[in-house]
């Protein structure tokens, strides 16, 4: 079972860093693709970056390419998404997510957390 927490978030100014957590707390996490999305009220989830299970594949949205960074820590049951020169527009509910495999993973069709909330103020 798939048990995802997210953390790190929080209110930063434009052109700071963030490094958002996601610990998955079931016995699967070095065998499951994870994932990023982030979500704004009133518009569908965005998909930021998915990562395989060794972290050796990776892929990004183009709105994030460059800026931010998916990485992932099996030691610690752990990914992560480093946030680089944030934007005003980056303001989101930042959601972490698992599946079986990576394409699952960018359709949105895995595992969810509950979301580590970001804004950024210009």
């Known amino acids: 079972q798939v048990q995802l927490a997210e953390s790190g978030g929080g209110l930063v100014q434009a052109r700071d860093s963030l490094r958002l957590s996601c610990e998955d707390s079931g016995p699967a996490f070095s065998i499951y693709p994870m994932g990023w999305f982030r979500q704004v009220p009133g518009k569908e989830r965005e998909f930021l970056a998915a990562?395989?299970?060794?972290?050796?594949?990776?892929e990004y949205a183009d709105s994030v390419k460059g800026r931010f960074t998916i990485s992932r820590e099996s030691t610690k049951n752990t990914a992560y998404l480093q946030m680089t020169s944030l934007k005003p527009e980056d303001t989101a509910l930042y959601l972490c997510?698992?599946?079986?495999?990576?394409?699952?993973?960018?359709?949105?069709?895995?595992?969810w957390g509950q979301g580590t909330q970001v804004t950024v103020s210009s």
């Open positions: 990562a395989s299970w060794n972290g050796e594949t990776t």
């Open positions: 997510t698992a599946a079986t495999a990576i394409r699952s993973v960018r359709s949105g069709l895995g595992y």
